[in-house]
């Protein structure tokens, strides 16, 4: 990961590898997504010379360990393996996934005639997603690996992440609410979020809370997909992605970066 403003800028000078996007047929194999890290925001010049904001995601490469198919799993889906965990600080699970180490389960399933899952034989992995496929063309197997490449011909991509953790918030800082009257009369309730009960609910009459109600309570800390974002550069050297715009989480966050399903 850079640590210095330096490293941000190397990425300014080389030229910008991007193909225009080109439209997939029925027959042709859909790019299912990669894993990477959030390195932080910089600036960079495009050809008409406009400044922009960009994130730059440190992307794959990512190591398919898992082929989900519809009669045995009864999903599609590709799982993908991202940066390497050392031996020693991953369980026996977490080795077995990945390699053949001999365990009980295969030798019961070796038994009983059942053919053997294929493993990625690769070393164990610290961050572990799936790709939904359904319905899809993906030809993808076990082992492979997948750099940033497939984002080549990829015009704009969808980011996947975990926002940051803010702790218990109230509905000023959550929500915007602008607090009750700071003049005479209130007393020690100025960012209280107000009246809470309704006349009414959803499903009939009463004084219970509606659904969705605005209220104090965890704030940050959840899943959250920016859409629709635009690639702007994809240096194939260093497996770095640059994407226009803000993506969630801190830097050094994982992140899920697939092609984006948005129209228009």
């Not at 799936?130 to 750099?147: I, Y």
């Amino acid at each position: 990961m850079w640590r210095d403003s330096q490293s941000f800028l190397a990425l300014v000078n080389p030229p910008c590898c991007h193909k225009e996007c080109k439209s997939f047929g029925e027959d042709a194999i859909m790019p299912v997504g990669l894993l990477g890290r959030k390195v932080g925001m910089t600036q960079v010049y495009n050809a008409e010379g406009k400044l922009l904001p960009v994130t730059v995601i440190q992307a794959g490469p990512c190591t398919v360990l898992q082929v989900r198919t519809m009669d045995r799993d009864g999903y599609e889906a590709v799982q993908l393996g991202f940066l390497d965990k050392p031996r020693r600080l991953a369980n026996k699970a977490e080795r077995g996934h990945v390699a053949e180490i001999g365990s009980k389960r295969a030798k019961t399933r070796s038994a009983a005639g059942l053919e053997a899952i294929p493993k990625a034989k690769c070393e164990p992995k610290r961050y572990v997603r799936e790709f939904r496929t359904d319905g899809e063309p993906a030809a993808h197997e076990v082992g492979q690996n997948l750099t940033v490449e497939v984002f080549n011909e990829i015009k704009r991509v969808d980011v996947i992440g975990t926002i940051k953790g803010r702790g218990t918030a109230g509905v000023m800082k959550q929500h915007g609410f602008g607090g009750l009257c700071a003049s005479h009369g209130v007393q020690r309730s100025h960012r209280s979020g107000g009246s809470t009960a309704a006349h009414s609910t959803n499903r009939g009459f009463s004084g219970k809370i509606k659904k969705g109600k605005k209220m104090a309570g965890r704030y940050g800390n959840s899943r959250a997909t920016i859409r629709n974002l635009d690639v702007v550069r994809v240096d194939l050297e260093n497996n770095v992605l640059l994407v226009r715009g803000a993506v969630p989480g801190a830097n050094g966050s994982y992140v899920m970066i697939r092609k984006t399903n948005k129209l228009g």
